[in-house]
């Protein structure tokens, strides 16, 4: 473990992925990202009494999923980092009490894949643990009645909204060499600008991920073009927007390789997720269905994987605050 | 870094305490502990305009005085580690946006103030950081109208009940030498053994307790009496007299050393708080006022600080579930 510049970590060893697994929702379903999940519901409360209990089945599954594929039990699981967006992070809990392995919620908002696979890297790296876990979730219907209204209600939706998927994603990162290697982690700063409008998250989140992938690239020497992938989630169209203005702006290119875990999700032509996908699901089962998959495959060597997170509640809102956007970068490489 | 046991890490190089800040409200003012912290505010609003601002405004009195106290800037750490009770952590990101330093939000409800000193120990030990800070908060204004019933409604509490402190606690974890080291960090398993009364959390959290305390005397071959303190917290009276018992018949002999922050920071005699203290905030000002003052004067040389927590929310309770209790265990050695 080396300290590179002011805010990136370089992991010597590195922490490899030895599994993962990506579940999600009906609709997440019908998006273009189908294939690479490890499976869909088409009843999205998964036979449960509640989404939020739903919500938590999400995250036992693809825990259960990433442990098995990576051929592990979770008795080889030293730690798992665990974060949600429900209250008091329930879905993790919930979902994962049984599994008897010592555990670390972690609340970054959206960004919690991000800081999960980071934290867990960093365990693994330092020798703290051989094997560690990274789970998130989010569910369209508890996070609808959580943060905004009853679904019954029918409350019209902003263009600049997103939606919130109905998604999990985990990792096992461990000591064994595999096809996929965490190489830096840049854990990020908090950021707000001022902005308070809670439909309008992309724009709350853009100036953090700024940050962060400026930290990064200052950080290693490196600049977007010397990836495959500078990946984001979850900005959606407002916020890539911005992000890639701000980003032209300071001289950092990200027109030709950037993309957006929320842009990915759905397509926006024929889904109606207005600005596109959001939540902890969101990104969580990006990288752990569509991108692990395609750096396996050789489609993607080098990933810059940036989730970033709105770090507020209803409640900071309702009391006149802003917003406050954080973002952490993972620099996932392809090893040949 | 060297696991030892199934569930221990022994941190060599130890981290070390370099400076912390311990801050409460009137009541905790009015308690035993009122010489050992920073301050006290007789006004639980601390001059904001909501009770959510106030707690926020205690984790930033406290991170700030700890950084001061340890001679040091906030652009000397690398990493905050921060949570709280109130849904999204806000208190959290609210109090401490203003650093600029790289921030992790943890969520572990009332221990997170055993979690986020074993981050941060783990982050310093490792290379990882040269300093880092742990800080954790509660306000019982907040927490009840969040968890329980609005104050003005003046809701009756049954005896089992705990109070929930005004209170903040923050600590430096560096690499340079001081008087207190932290030498082994024991992160707990989540344990539900079906109790489902959000006004019994000690009787909910006592296992969780069990079975951490159990892993590090196990995991490193000690007993309660090699400590002049083996500290819960929040377990209050019932959640005490519970682990006490069941450690008893596991051969663990607690009687004469052991103690609870939830019992220390207020005099059940004198003031109404039932079953004792509970919060984040709770061993968060114990622990990072009294304990460390004590320790650093002499009178306690080795402490097992085992912080405890309730893993649940009101919907979730709402919704059936019973609560998940976890505990985290963190060995605080005296340098001579």
Redesign the interface.
Known sequence: ???IGS?T?QLDPPAYVLGSGSFAGKKEGEGPLKAYFDATHDDTTLGE??W??AESKLQTEAVKTAIQKAHLKSADI??IFA?D??????SS??G??GL??????????CSTMA?GLG?AS??V??????NAVAVTSSHFCSAER?FRFPLEYGGQRTPTAQWTATAAGAAVLGHRPSAISVREVT????T?LGVSDANNMGAAMAPAAVRTLTDYFTDTGTKPQDFDLVLTGDLGYVGSSLLREIMRKAGWNLETNHNDCGLMLYDRKKQDVHAGGSGCGCSGSVVCGYVFKQMEAGALNDVLFAATGA??????LQ?G?SI?G?AHAIHLHRET
């Open positions: 473990m080396q300290r805010y970590l009494d509640s939020e209990k030293q730690y974060g967006l429900l209250n008091q992070c329930i809990t919930y994962l009490r008897g392995i010592p555990f670390l919620g972690q609340y970054g908002a800081q934290m960093v365990f790296s330092s020798g703290a643990a051989e959580q854990f990020g700063r908090m707000d770090l507020m509640s209803p409640t900071a009391q605050e406050v954080i």
